[in-house]
């Protein structure tokens, strides 16, 4: 049974996947990266999906039976995974989220130590070993060399702060109205948090997530309730967020969504322009359209495709 697809391991929670395959996976995944440890330690987040609790405890089991501390910081956006992995100096991070799947799917997916995706060779391996029972048992260990856990509830205030320190000291977002849904996700305290300190005036929708409302009619998939709410608060712009917030998609003023290729347009030419933009181009993926791609082209830079 294959177990990597195109982002993770991801399907049914208590179907495909289950809290032994968690675990199993788990176990794999410690005993490679154990090959290559710094620290002996692996950071676990995960959104708001009520299947969290039973693969997060899973892998936690799973990890610290091979010799690995877990260190456990809860509900938070994928992104923040990737960077507090290499800002906590854990061997690698692991996000628990289907992303904008419904509620019953559930997915892991791994980080390694500079917060990067894994590459197919190195799930090829972890994949390898989960199946290979021998390998499971010799990874595993006993007395003091059993792993611990420990659940860590105030790192959220880091990554506010690194996405703060992303946004320049010159600007502010006074006197801006913007509605935000984050779709019952792992945004939902992030997401406002960030735009109000920044100056913003912030109406929120689907911020109450219960473990089966995620991503349920709200957020990036479903923007019906966000484009309302930016005509009737005569807000400057909308954002939706998707269940693990890492995928965004922005209203305008009317109410009208801004294609994704129009952001990516918009901003090549706006750093282009200011003089910032490196590479003398913009990189998009093989569905990004022509339009775009011919933008780019009338003012001398390139559409490089992924």
Avoid at 184 to 194: E, L, M, S
Wanted: aromatic share 6%.
């Amino acid at each position: 049974m294959k177990l990597f697809g195109t982002d993770g391991v991801r399907g049914e929670a208590g179907s495909f996947l289950t809290a032994e395959l968690a675990m199993r996976v788990a176990m794999a995944a410690g005993i490679y990266f154990s090959a290559h440890s710094r620290t002996k330690k692996i950071l676990v987040g995960k959104d708001t999906r009520r299947s969290g609790y039973m693969i997060e405890n899973a892998i936690v089991t799973g990890l610290t039976a091979v010799g690995y501390d877990v260190v456990q910081i809860g509900p938070m956006p994928t992104p923040a995974i990737a960077f507090l992995t290499e800002n906590m100096r854990c061997d690698a991070g692991i996000m628990i989220s289907a992303s904008h799947n419904p509620y019953e799917d559930n997915g892991i997916k791994f980080f390694d130590a500079h917060g990067n995706k894994l590459s197919e060779d190195i799930e090829a391996q972890i994949e390898a070993i989960a199946h290979n029972k021998t390998r499971l048992e010799e990874g595993q260990v006993t007395g003091k060399k059993i792993g611990s856990a420990k659940r860590i509830d105030d790192v959220i205030g880091r990554y506010i702060v690194q996405l703060k320190n992303s946004f320049c000291r010159d600007f502010t977002l006074q006197g801006l109205r913007i509605v935000l849904d984050t779709a019952n996700g792992a945004g939902y305290k992030v997401g406002p948090t960030v735009l109000e300190e920044l100056g913003a005036e912030v109406i929120v929708l689907h911020d109450k997530p219960n473990g089966f409302n995620i991503n349920e009619g709200c957020g990036a998939l479903h923007t019906k309730d966000l484009r309302e709410a930016v005509k009737q608060y005569r807000a400057d712009i909308g954002l939706a967020l998707d269940g693990d917030a890492d995928r965004l998609i922005v209203v305008d003023e009317n109410g009208d969504e801004v294609d994704g290729d129009q952001i990516l347009g918009a901003l090549g030419l706006f750093l282009h322009q200011s003089g910032q933009l490196k590479g003398g181009g913009i990189v998009a993926t093989v569905m990004s359209n022509q339009a775009l791609e011919d933008t780019m082209s009338e003012n001398g830079l390139k559409l490089f495709r992924s």
